[in-house]
């Protein structure tokens, strides 16, 4: 990989990473209603879980996609179901003191294993994968290297802004027009990516 590719998939990887997708609103949502610390574990899973992903996607998962067309179809609708449960949860989300005490947030293996139903994560593993990689294995864990290492920082940035707004949550009032912001937002978020599947 040459050193113009890596500056930019590294310039991709950050940008995609950084940009609102539904990681990034979960994590958020996280940081407000849990905390920073406990919602750790939640962003290392995705950031591994997505660097993981590129490596699987990478070695030929994606060639399912060009035998099976309905594979993504049925990839999709699940995508479309479970995000629209998480929302949910998010919008019915307990005031941070109660969900501190009484909720949980996502765990690394419950978050890993979310980015293979996550459109967003499909689609930047699958445009990493035809864009930078030379089909090389060595190229695709560069590939999975950089956006580990950019989106690790990039996810975290979204938990400390969740953190940093706890403190105007207080109101019953205005944690609930946060997390059903947030739930809206979430679902909104499926729909560049859902849409050419339709």
């Known amino acids: 990989m040459t050193p113009d590719i890596l500056l930019a998939l590294a310039g991709f990887a950050f940008v995609s990473s950084i940009t609102p997708g539904p990681n990034n609103l979960m994590l958020m949502a996280s940081g407000a209603n849990f905390g920073l610390w406990r919602t750790v574990p939640h962003a290392f899973g995705v950031a ?3 660097s993981f ?3 699987l996607v990478g070695l030929g ?3 399912i996609f060009d035998l099976w067309p309905v594979t993504r179809t049925v990839l999709a609708v699940l995508s479309v179901v479970y995000l629209l449960w998480l929302a949910w949860k998010i919008a019915n989300a307990a005031a941070p003191d109660r969900a501190a005490a009484d909720g949980r947030p996502l765990t690394f293996l419950q978050a890993a294993a979310f980015q293979w139903v996550n459109p967003k994560a499909w689609t930047m593993a699958l445009t ?4 930078y ?5 060595w190229s695709v864990v560069a590939v999975a290297a950089v956006f580990g290492a950019s989106n690790l920082p990039g996810v975290s940035s979204w938990t400390v802004l969740g ?3 706890r403190r105007f949550l207080t109101s019953p009032r205005r944690l609930r027009a946060f997390n059903w912001t947030m739930a809206t ?3 909104a978020s499926l729909y560049p990516s859902i849409m050419p599947l339709l």
């Open 48 to 50: 591994l879980g997505f």
């Open 61 to 63: 998962l994606s060639r």
């Open 53 to 55: 992903m590129i490596v």
């Open 185 to 187: 937002l979430l679902v």
């Open 163 to 165: 953190r940093g707004m």
């Open 133 to 137: 990689s030379v089909g090389s294995l």
């Open 128 to 131: 990493a994968i035809t864009l």
